[in-house]
């Protein structure tokens, strides 16, 4: 059960998606100015992230390994995630159209997420177990869904703070996730 709550803990604070491995920055940047925006993304990503190393972890494990098909990893993992986000699409379409609306193309651009990716490659990488495998996910999109939140409370913050001018708009946005960042990597030492 430690060993579950480190892997947990680790993935969301210390291997942060966003503030430490520099990945997703698309939706942390573009889908933060509202913050029920950045909530509904980070359900979105989170909810494919975790579905997605469901399903890729058993089909390399019994169909790309045995069978010596490791090279298609990649791709087979990408096709895994592009038919996730559809279902994630066509329920958002249905069950909220005003969000579904509202995340326009960002939606769509989950399918290229790289942390998705990222989360089903590394799970293969540090020859994880089935159940550590969802644990690393969990966290990882834990990890995502708090940063899209803070980025959403500093932007809210920003938009009422007198910002020179020089750094007004996108460069005070990566200023502010550099300083998130560099208060991330302070979560460096809590877990071995």
Known sequence: MNDLLSIFLKSMLIDNVVLIQFLALCPFIGMTSDTGKAIGMGIATSFVMVLATVVTYPLYHFILAPLNLQFLQTLIFILVIASLVQLVEFYLKKSAPSLYSSMGVYLALITTNCAILAVTLNVISKEYSFVESIVY????????????????????????????????????????????????????????
């Open 137 to 192: 996910a969990l966290g990882i999109a834990c990890g995502f869904l708090m940063s899209m939140i803070l980025m959403s409370g500093i932007r809210s913050r920003i938009k009422i703070a007198n910002v020179p001018a020089f750094v007004k708009g996108t460069p005070i946005l990566f200023v502010a996730a550099g300083l998130l960042s560099l208060a991330f990597g302070g979560f460096a030492g809590l877990i071995k």
